[in-house]
């Protein structure tokens, strides 16, 4: 079953729509356009109900099928902010806000989910009831996590969720996904470092924070090499190094930032035990003190294999079984999906987004010509799940 054809018909629409966001990206729990753009659409295709407010900015749109015989309710989820970067791609809808854009592509995921919304409202052929969970923060605000608090799921009897983002790199007209970890969990590190501070022409009466940070660095490299089974995985990276005023002075403190991946909870717990032990060890081999504050932010990205089964056949029947790759290794980057999966069976699926610039860069653009076979699968997946 090939992309649907009202679906190739309205590509010029949703493009527009798409375009749009882009030009005026809003970040994390600040999406207040977008979430009103999101409702006000929803109301004009005619669905059932459109709730706002929910995790603080968060849009759901109702849609019901012809017959209610089925108890069956799924929900499909867009991301909708967009990143603190400098745009540099030189499009004609370029962001006009300074300092921010989608370089992620949320803007072609909210497009394609409210495609996805005009074509259910007028067809509803499918029995059963699919909410559509339009959601703000996902990049580093947890606004999955926040809809999940604010009751999303119970509230609006979702029995399972599905979820999907662009991949450069990935052809357009393909889909890759896999069942079990996608995508690594994210940690955030903090370590703050207390020394003595001193004359830089006088060491000898200091402790100094900076060799005793640059020491932990390298340390910490030992973690993913020395610790971790090679056959699992985990990175470690340091990214922020705070310390000093001026070049005479040798600091009293400084301050590490980081983030730390992982795709097993054994691996999860052994970096935090790792860094905790290189840190603060490190730290009394000098004559410092050093602390770290390890904040668990968000879990694996794990599909439920046969919901990964189901999806992965819903794209081939858009895309052709020969351009879905059902065994992607996973990723690690991190995605708050993850907290919707821990509550609900579920799947997440990449679509192609072609040869462009990689996700965060800002040069990125969503590839409009995915637009098509996103919207599609969104249908199918619909019709598939809740059949008339």
């Known amino acids: 079953m090939p992309i649907v054809n009202r679906v190739a018909d309205m590509h010029d629409e949703i493009t527009a729509w798409r375009r749009d966001l882009h030009a005026h990206p809003e970040i994390q729990f600040d999406v207040h356009r977008t979430a009103g753009a999101v409702a006000d659409r929803l109301k004009a295709f005619g669905c ?12 759901v749109g109702v849609i019901r099928g012809r017959k209610t015989d089925s108890a069956k309710v799924i929900g499909l989820r867009a991301d909708m902010d967009a990143l603190p970067i400098t745009e540099q791609t030189g499009v004609a809808y370029a962001s006009t806000v300074p300092g921010k854009m989608h370089a992620c592509g949320h803007d072609g995921h909210t497009a394609m989910l409210l495609g996805a919304a005009k074509y259910l409202a007028e067809t509803r052929n499918f029995d059963g009831t699919v909410h559509l969970i339009f959601q703000p923060a996902e990049e580093g605000g947890g606004g999955g996590r926040e809809m999940g608090k604010a009751g999303l799921l119970d509230r609006f009897g979702v029995a399972e969720v599905y979820g999907m983002h662009n991949f450069p790199g990935i052809p357009v007209g393909s889909f890759a ?9 994210a940690d ?15 060491p000898h009466e200091g402790i100094d924070t900076l060799l005793v940070g640059a020491q932990i660095v390298n340390q910490i490299q030992s973690i993913v090499s020395r610790n971790v089974d090679p056959l699992g995985s985990a990175v470690v990276s340091i990214t922020q190094f705070n310390a000093g005023t001026t070049d005479n002075i040798i600091p009293q403190t400084a301050k590490l930032r980081g983030t730390a991946r992982s795709l097993s909870p054994e691996i999860r717990d052994l970096v935090e035990r790792r860094l905790r032990e290189i840190v603060e060890g490190t730290a009394r081999v000098y004559g410092a003190t050093a602390t770290l504050t390890y904040f668990r932010d968000y879990p694996v990205t794990k599909n439920h294999a046969e919901q990964t089964a189901f999806a992965a056949k819903v794209a081939g029947e858009i895309a052709g079984a020969e351009h879905v790759d059902l065994n992607v290794d996973p990723v690690m980057g991190a995605e708050d999906f993850s907290f919707m999966l821990e509550a609900r069976p579920g799947a997440f699926i990449f679509v192609g987004n072609g ?7 800002p040069a990125y653009d969503f590839n409009d010509k995915a637009i098509p076979f996103g919207t599609s699968y969104w249908i199918r997946l619909v019709e598939s799940a809740l059949p008339a």
């Open 48 to 59: 059932d109900e459109v709730v706002t407010g929910i995790g603080r900015t968060g849009v």
């Open 177 to 185: 996904t896999r069942p079990g970890p996608l995508m690594a969990a």
């Open 188 to 202: 955030r590190i903090l370590i703050e470092i207390e020394g003595r501070g001193a004359h830089a022409a006088m």
């Open 355 to 361: 040869d462009s610039a990689g996700l965060h860069h």
